[in-house]
């Protein structure tokens, strides 16, 4: 598959150094990643990023839950690391695409045949600031201090041909958020009714999933047409209906408003090999609450040039995925006196 790129660069103990040293140049605060082996989230990727000064979670796709413990460990998952200096972690969660369409098939054979035999997977940790993540100053009020926030890191299926289970997994990953961000509201604000605008969600993944598919038309506006092509007109209808709980006949909603971090005449693709180009990894925020400051952009087409790169890994690029990475404003979300002080990620 990657014929262009020299073996030893392939092999995984030269790439996994630099993919954490990239990690480590960056120095986000929040770091989401997918395709982690098991055994290399707990032997490699945790260990080291704990020496500078980050806690993490993980979990495997669900087929490791059948598999003996020796294999077990080369199961990819899904990882979030935070900055404890500026995070503390209340509770994490796992959303198995696999469960939610085996509870909610209503007797639909394409959801039972076509979507639960696929075992990925979302998780998401949610963080509340510490003062430290405050860069410009503490606020007046020692209740705002504490702000939540939801990360998700998600890792959608893969394959072209099943374009309505990448679509029905972004929906029911969007349905468990809301869950989360609602139960995660009344807890922040007893006695209040739920408002999961109260809490900010950020959402990273390889969505596989190209900008004008039904997947990123679902996360960015909002809605998708019940009877959008990437449904493959199959017999969803009714079982959707319960996983997004949306009583509108003709569409599928969420009440996340959403925007991309990145534009396609910024990043033209973060998925980089010989056969395909293109962009399916994304970061989203609420777009009510916070405001990009900066983006890392993509590697000079000229050095690809130059170089003759014609696909990645490649001796110099460990992945075949460019790393995204965006500096966010966060603006207060938990009500209380403000001075207009806003904690920066």
């Known amino acids: 598959m990657y014929g262009y790129c020299p073996s030893w660069a392939l092999e995984w103990e030269y790439r996994k150094k630099g993919i954490l040293n990239e990690i480590r140049h960056y120095a986000a605060d929040i770091i989401s990643l997918q395709e982690v082996e098991t055994s290399q989230f707990y032997n490699f990727f945790l260990p080291e990023l704990k020496k500078d000064g980050y806690d993490g979670i993980f979990s495997p796709k669900s087929r490791a839950k059948t598999m003996a413990e020796n294999e077990r460990k080369f199961v990819d998952g899904c990882a ?101 961000l609602e139960d995660a509201s009344h807890s922040f604000r007893p006695g209040h009714k739920p408002d999961t605008n109260n809490i900010q969600l950020l959402l990273c993944g390889d969505f596989n999933s190209l900008p004008d598919s039904g997947v990123i038309e679902f996360l960015t506006s909002g809605r998708v047409p019940a009877d959008h092509k990437d449904f493959k007109s199959l017999a969803y209808k009714s079982c959707l209906q319960k996983i997004s709980g949306c009583d509108k006949p ?28 293109g962009i399916i990894d994304y970061i989203f925020y609420s777009k009510q609450s916070m405001t990009p400051l900066g983006l890392l952009g993509p590697l000079a087409p000229e050095w690809l040039r130059e170089n003759k790169v014609v696909g990645c890994p490649h001796p110099h690029v460990p992945s075949d995925h460019f790393p995204l990475l965006v500096e966010l404003e966060m603006t207060s979300t938990v009500p209380a006196s403000s001075n207009g002080l806003i904690p920066r990620r």
């Not at 289970?165 to 958020?177: A, G």
């Not at 003709?250 to 180009?277: G, Q, W």
């Open 80 to 180: 979030i690391f935070y900055r404890t200096a500026k995070f503390s972690l209340i509770k994490e969660h796992l959303v198995e695409f696999n469960q939610l369409a085996m509870a909610n098939a209503e007797g639909s054979d394409n959801m039972l045949n076509r979507v639960m035999p696929k075992d990925n997977i979302g998780l998401a940790a949610l963080l509340k600031t510490k003062e430290a993540a405050w860069d410009n100053g503490l606020p007046p009020d020692v209740s705002q201090v504490h702000q939540p926030i939801l990360v998700c890191t998600a890792h959608i299926h893969w394959d072209p041909e099943f374009c309505d289970v990448k679509l029905i997994q972004t929906m029911m990953l969007s349905n468990e958020l809301r869950s989360i």
């Open 250 to 277: 003709n569409e599928f909603t969420h009440s996340f408003k959403l925007a991309s971090a990145y534009s396609e005449d910024i990043m033209p693709f973060t998925n980089y090999t010989f056969d395909f180009k």
